[in-house]
């Protein structure tokens, strides 16, 4: 029985063609690749070419144009298999999405191309000094006649070893701070270097690095939006993007619960399987309340992004809830699984891992408290 | 090339039950899928069709449930499906089914091939593809994993424990298909959500060619008297002597002490 019991004709058909491919090319490799630290391109060329990287890509530029709300549940059925691969996958054509919003028709045509031909995106924002201080970034763009040259350093990039095609936020106007921001597509190949990998605690099947750009020469034609537009308009992006990341964290949770029920049925002391135990089945009855919790604030979210309405609280509220849920049913599926949920021999460990992540990336819960005061506070 | 595929509905065998009181399956709750030779059967069907044009006709005998499965083919790379359903067709065992799909091929031919799996997972008889073909008097290649059409022949790679064997036939030709080198291919999210939006045409005996005693219960020499789980037997007497003439009078003296000799 699925989780979810609201899905629609063409939902049901996509998560169970997806939940399929998954088991057969995903699945029986996650532990491998998650020790190893790699990202498996086997199963993303294979997710490739039944146009799963296309979900976002409006149908006007060559792509699916699927809604949000399909979209979490898609996301969610790759984050009970590998939430690492799935931020990769899904970040892998994500970095077109501020172009969407802000580009022209051709910029837009142009990066759809680059995607739907099998090309995989990055988006760089951050730097070893400007995490949740976006605003501290100092990576330049600088006018050359009808170029830009860039320069500066990206840190902790996801997809920075296997992109090629890069959404990349710069300083075009340092006397105005934010207002002096702009964001470029980057094609590899002007010259984009790839620096230091990250060895990570989680989500280790996504590759993340420094990103290097050394007097990286683009044309004017790459700048998106207007010059000093940029900061403005990746805020406006990650609010709607932020809550299909979290449906990653609703699988984990979802998966480490599915875990955590079979186990307690099975696991016997004092002569009783541990689920006879209240102890037990309210732990598992208290995950199951904030997973469904968690993931219908997603789908509001999601909706909310399709309707167009104001998402401050939806964005920060599901992004906040969903991470701290995920980090609390993996914690308490370890603690379920007992000294086995410690041992790399059992699955929950893993999962545990890989929750942390959702409560740091796409803006820090302490950032979307930050966020939700200020919006109150101004009601 | 014309086309024809027959595919059946079965269960998903991982998980199947039988009811200790009727010796029937227990069908509720257990996950239907498309017989796994006839998706190996469909790909090579779709990989002749890239290759030397035509069109593809699936169909499936079974309740309104196959269509489901039809709808999965569709996805794949047929053209057209067609249920063959009715009431008539119930208890048909593989002659009468045979018959109904030799009908079939002749309401919706002329093809110039025809592939069904090896056997079905749920049945395992193998015996419905090579019956169409006597019935239809066509060529036959039963076990193939891999073909090419040339000249109005078709070449396949006949499938033994052994090995295998290259076999040529006239067209049009009946082929059965085991495993092939290659996995079935996934739909994709476009021809699955378009494929879930055809509607499936369905075929009962009134559009058929066929008498009624010929199909369904009256219409099948072999009944299924019963299905059980056999229960697993005893290791056995393990002889293993110095030699094998030791073993071979050890053996002697046993039976003759059981008087089985």
């Known amino acids: 029985m699925e989780n979810y019991l609201l899905m629609n004709e063409d939902q049901k058909e ?47 530029y060559g792509g699916l144009g699927l809604d949000n709300q399909t979209i979490a549940l898609l996301n969610e059925e790759i984050g009970k298999v590998d939430a690492g691969f799935g931020c990769s996958f899904s970040f892998s054509s994500g970095g ?71 959404t990349v936020l710069a300083i075009t106007d340092k006397e105005k701070g934010t207002r002096g921001m702009s964001i470029f597509i980057v094609e590899k190949d002007r010259g984009v270097k790839v620096g230091k990998k990250e060895n990570k605690m989680g989500i280790r099947m996504s590759p993340t690095s420094e990103v290097v750009f050394e007097d990286v020469r683009v044309p004017a034609a790459n700048l998106v939006g207007a010059e000093g537009e940029g900061f403005k308009i990746f805020m406006k992006s990650l609010a709607r993007s932020r809550p299909l990341v979290m449906a990653f964290a609703v699988g984990i949770a979802q998966q480490a619960l599915d875990l955590s029920v079979a186990y307690a049925k099975e696991r016997k002391t004092f002569g009783k399987p541990i689920i006879s135990n209240q102890g037990v089945s309210f732990m598992l009855a208290d995950m199951e309340m904030q997973i469904q919790a968690a993931r219908n604030l997603i789908q509001y979210a999601a909706r909310c992004v399709d309707a167009g309405v104001d998402l401050t609280s ?36 893993k999962l545990m891992r890989d929750a942390k992540i959702f409560s740091i990336f796409e803006g820090t819960n302490q950032i979307q408290k930050l966020i939700l005061g200020g919006y109150l506070s101004k009601k | 090339m014309n086309i024809l595929v027959c595919v059946k509905q079965v269960p998903d065998t991982t998980e199947i039950k039988i009811n200790p009181v009727t010796n029937t399956l227990i069908r509720q709750g257990v996950p239907s899928i498309v017989n796994p030779f ?83 997972i749920d049945g395992d008889t193998g015996q419905v593809g090579p019956e169409m073909a006597e019935h239809l008097k066509l060529t036959q290649i039963s076990n193939i994993s891999e073909l090419e059409i040339q000249d109005c022949k078709v070449r396949a790679q006949k499938e033994f424990e052994e090995g295998y064997e290259i ?86 003296a046993l039976l003759v002490t059981d008087k089985i000799v």
């Open chain 2, 167 to 252: 076999v040529e036939a006239q067209l049009p030709t009946i082929v059965t298909v085991t495993k092939t080198p290659y996995e079935p291919r996934y739909s994709t999210i476009k021809s699955k959500l378009a494929a879930n939006r055809t509607t499936v045409e369905k075929i009962t005996i009134a559009d058929l060619d066929i008498e009624a005693e010929k199909v369904g219960l009256k219409g099948s020499p072999t009944k299924v008297k019963k299905t059980f789980t056999p229960q697993a037997k005893g290791g056995g007497v393990v002889i293993s002597e110095d030699s094998g003439m030791a073993s071979a009078k050890k053996l002697c």
């Open chain 1, 96 to 166: 077109i999405k501020t172009v969407l919003l802000a580009g022209t028709d051709q910029q837009k045509q142009y990066y759809a191309d680059r995607i739907l031909n099998g090309g995989i995106s990055c988006t760089c924002i951050t730097e070893a000094e400007a995490g949740s201080d976006a605003a501290a970034i100092r990576t330049t763009a600088v006018k050359d006649g009808d170029d830009y040259i860039l320069n500066g350093t990206k840190a902790f990039i996801s997809n920075g070893p296997i992109a090629d095609t890069f």
């Open chain 1, 14 to 60: 996509l998560v169970a063609m997806l939940r399929n491919i998954l088991q057969k090319e995903l699945a029986p490799i996650v532990e491998e690749y998650d020790e190893k630290g790699e990202y498996p391109m086997q199963a993303h060329k294979v997710l490739c070419e039944a146009g799963f990287n296309t979900v976002a890509i409006p149908e006007k």
């Open chain 1, 314 to 349: 939806a964005s920060a509220s599901a992004k906040t809830i969903a991470s701290e849920v995920a980090m609390k049913v993996t914690t308490d599926a370890v603690q379920i699984f007992g000294g086995y949920g410690y041992s790399k021999e059992y699955p929950v460990e």
């Open chain 2, 38 to 120: 006839d998706t190996y059967a469909l790909e090579l069907a779709v990989r002749l069709k890239e290759k030397n044009g035509g069109e593809i006709t699936v169909v499936s005998m079974g309740p309104d449930q196959a269509i489901a499965a039809l709808k999965e083919c569709l996805s794949v790379g047929a053209d057209k499906a067609y249920l063959i359903t009715d009431r008539a067709f119930g208890g048909s065992d593989t002659l009468a089914t045979s018959r109904v799909l030799a009908a079939v091929y002749k309401k919706l031919g002329p093809f110039d091939i025809v592939f069904c799996g090896k056997q079905a």
